[in-house]
Each structure stands twice: as structure tokens, then as C-alpha cells.
T-cell receptor
Framework: AQSVTQPDIHITVSEGASLELRCNYS??????LFWYVQSPGQGLQLLLK??????LVQGIKGFEAEFKRSQSSFNLRKPSVHWSDAAEYFC????????????FGGGTRLMVKP | EPEVTQTPSHQVTQMGQEVILRCVPI?????FYWYRQILGQKVEFLVS????????KSEIFDDQFSVERPDGSNFTLKIRSTKLEDSAMYFC?????????????FGPGTRLTVT
């Protein structure tokens, strides 16, 4: 069965500092990986996705993520955090089958200090 | 930009009552999903739907749950006899492709409170 672990429940960074959110997955085949962001009272917005090819993927809002098969990781990064990035971030793995089920990690809540 | 919409934003119901949560997926999308998030827990998959039938469902999606696409635009989740543990945020999602290219777009959610 597939699973996703986000080891950090909360992270606080200063505005302008760099950010890395960790994600580890368990999946028997080639994973399809996603990062979503959820602002308070909002739905889940897709930041970026990895299906195949270049292991460094660029997303919206200046985010990027790197797929490392050897470490079963798909960490999310941003070089300079803005106060508006404060939100909850979810990593997810998808299955390549008719159901397209996404399995989510527990989420990391990001707080940004001024 | 097209978006998934959900109504109502908040539904309060008594235990044992039936509820219907409504979603309008993005208009050219063909795959539809329901997920739920119990407060403080992970987002969990409930069901996926394509071509007017269920493609996959999780263990959570038991006989108390059903989904329907009653017309060309709506996608509904019905819970026949609600339990306290059904209290959660329910998210609808849709995608235009399936399988490995599935990029799911989520609605803002319906918060269901069962008292």
C-alpha cells in the first residue's frame, strides 16, 4: 500500500529565509507525486507535480521540488519565503490506475515570522 | 479560471439524518472524486467516479455512502444515516485525464458537523 510521511508537523521560518519541507513516500512502482497548499478556509491548490523526466520540478509561487528515488523523497523548497506563504502544505502520491486515488501525508503547517 | 465549487460550505445535521453534499466540477472534466479530512487528520480518499460509475472506493466508503452525477454538471455525495464520526471537511475534486496524468483540482470543501 502506498503511504506518505511528512516528518515536520509545524515549521516556522523568517520572511525572506529559505524553506524546505520534507516528504517521504512508500510506493511499489513509479510514483506520481504532488504538493498541495491549503490556506485557512480554502481548498487544496496544486503547487507542482512530478510524473517523469527531470527530477527537479518547478511550480507556482516560486516553489520547486526534487524527486530523489534513492531516498524515496520529494522535498519542497523555496529560496525566499513571503508572509503570504503561511499555510498548510500537503505532499501526495498518486496511483496510475483507473481510480487515480491520491494518498496524502499528514501535512506541514508553515508559519512565517516578520 | 475554471474552478470546482461546493455547496453548502457548512452543513449541520443530526445523527441518523441523510445529507447530500453537492459539487460542480470543472466543466470539461471527466473524472470526479470525493475526499474527506477529519479535523486534525490526513486528507483521505473516499471514491472516484468516471463514466457514470465508481472507479475505485476506499474502506471508508461503505454502504452508507453513495455518489451520483444526476445531470451534466453536478456530482453529489450522499450519506444515508450520518454518524458522529462522519463529521469532517469533505472535498470534491475533478480531473480531465485519468491514470498517470491525473491532476486533480479541488473545491473549497463542505464542513459537515453531525450532532
Amino acid at each position: 500500500a502506498q503511504s506518505v510521511t511528512q516528518p515536520d508537523i509545524h515549521i516556522t521560518v523568517s520572511e525572506g529565509a529559505s524553506l524546505e519541507l520534507r516528504c517521504n513516500y512508500s510506493y511499489g512502482a513509479t510514483p506520481y507525486l504532488f504538493w498541495y497548499v491549503q490556506s485557512p478556509g480554502q481548498g487544496l491548490q496544486l503547487l507542482l507535480k512530478y510524473f517523469s523526466g527531470d527530477t527537479l520540478v518547478q511550480g507556482i509561487k516560486g516553489f520547486e521540488a526534487e524527486f530523489k528515488r534513492s531516498q524515496s523523497s520529494f522535498n519542497l523548497r523555496k529560496p525566499s519565503v513571503h508572509w503570504s506563504d503561511a499555510a498548510e502544505y500537503f505532499c501526495a502520491v498518486g496511483r496510475n490506475n483507473a481510480g487515480n486515488m491520491l494518498t496524502f501525508g499528514g501535512g506541514t503547517r508553515l508559519m512565517v515570522k516578520p | 479560471e475554471p474552478e470546482v465549487t461546493q455547496t453548502p460550505s457548512h452543513q449541520v445535521t443530526q445523527m441518523g439524518q441523510e445529507v447530500i453534499l453537492r459539487c460542480v466540477p470543472i466543466s470539461n472534466h471527466l473524472y470526479f472524486y470525493w475526499y474527506r479530512q477529519i479535523l486534525g487528520q490526513k486528507v483521505e480518499f473516499l471514491v472516484s467516479f468516471y463514466n457514470n460509475e465508481i472507479s475505485e472506493k476506499s474502506e471508508i466508503f461503505d454502504d452508507q455512502f453513495s455518489v451520483e452525477r444526476p445531470d451534466g454538471s453536478n456530482f453529489t455525495l450522499k450519506i444515508r444515516s450520518t454518524k458522529l464520526e462522519d463529521s469532517a471537511m469533505y472535498f470534491c475534486a475533478s480531473s480531465d485525464l485519468g491514470g498517470r496524468m491525473s491532476e486533480q483540482y479541488f473545491g473549497p470543501g463542505t464542513r459537515l458537523t453531525v450532532t
